[in-house]
């Protein structure tokens, strides 16, 4: 079966530091992988998605994809309080989520 | 406004009263989704829908129904309630999800919190 790994946190950074957020995966057979972002009681957002191994960048968002690992990585440049929430990475076919990553963005 | 609308927001209920959460796209989206979240759980899926008439269990189906007679909604129905399905529900759902190459974006519904007693 497949799964998706994430440590659970929380990440505590200082505002304006570089957030890390990782996760694996058990199958090969997922070829495109997204995050989500879910503030508490809402229902998760799309952040980034991606399907090539290497990085993607999007503002102060990038994500990083590593197939030969079986790893994707989330990194928030420049943290704000605002990013403070639970990250989700998924695989898809069909689409499941790891448990999610807790970030608290510390002014 | 392209959107996913489920409901209720919130809903209490007694243990055995039969519910059903109604969730509509207006995406004209092929696929469709229930998940529950549970705190240290994260996200599981309960079932799942490709198409019209197509449905397929998820990680945690027992207890739920569903339906796709239609392509814009999904309702999920728990005929007999219990206190352990008590959890935050989300519906989604997304263009297409055929194909491992395929990278459509899942739209999520805001959520139903169901509380059994």
Redesign the interface.
Known sequence: QKEVEQN?GPLSVPEGAIASLNCTYSDR????F?W?RQYS??????IM???SNGDKEDGRFTAQLNKASQYVSLLIRDSQPSDSATY?CAG?????????TRLSVIA | EAQVTQNPRYLITVTGKKLTVTCSQNMNHEYMSWYRQDPGLGLRQIYYSMNVEVTDKGDVPEGYKVSRKEKRNFPLILESPSPNQTSLYFCASSLSLLSPQSNEKLFFGSGTQLSVL
Do not use: A, D
Not at chain 1, 41 to 46: A, D, H, N, R
Not at chain 1, 92 to 100: A, H, M, Q, Y
């Open positions: 659970s057979v997922s070829q495109s997204f989500y009681g809402k229902s998760p957002e799309l998605s991606i399907y989700l898809n076919t069909p689409l499941v989520f790891g448990k999610g």
